[in-house]
Nanobody, 121 residues
Framework: QVQLIASGGGLVQAGGSLRLSCTVSGLTFNRYGMGWFRQVSGKERKFVGRITWLGNTYYSDSVKGRFTISRDNGKKMVYLQMNSLEPEDTAVYFC???????????????WGQGTQVTVSS
């Protein structure tokens, strides 16, 4: 059974930082690219960034330079370090695993349950 468990969300002031973690089990982790997405209630889920199994990273323009994705293949974990947070970053953040190489929700086969990030102004 594949499980992705996201954690680390919370309430932070604008300009602050948070690190989200995603623990993965039930799949061959180093064969999957890992993505982070976020979703505001009532709106579509949006791409934040992804990391390939080789460790190459790609980010949406809205977070580039502020967010960093990393992975630990030995621990089967992926991280999203978020710095210089803005109120517009408030959303539920999801980690996802996929064998594709894109930015669309449809390219990811497995999803975590999401963790809430709230940035106050």
């Amino acid at each position: 059974q594949v499980q992705l468990i996201a954690s680390g969300g919370g309430l932070v002031q604008a300009g602050g930082s948070l690190r989200l973690s995603c623990t993965v089990s039930g799949l061959t982790f180093n064969r999957y690219g890992m993505g982070w997405f976020r979703q505001v209630s009532g709106k579509e889920r949006k791409f934040v960034g992804r990391i390939t199994w080789l460790g190459n990273t790609y980010y949406s323009d809205s977070v580039k330079g502020r967010f960093t994705i990393s992975r630990d293949n030995g621990k089967k974990m992926v991280y999203l370090q978020m710095n210089s947070l803005e109120p517009e970053d408030t959303a539920v953040y999801f980690c996802a695993a996929g064998t594709g190489s894109g930015r669309s929700v449809a390219e990811y086969e497995y999803w975590g349950q999401g963790t809430q990030v709230t940035v106050s102004s």
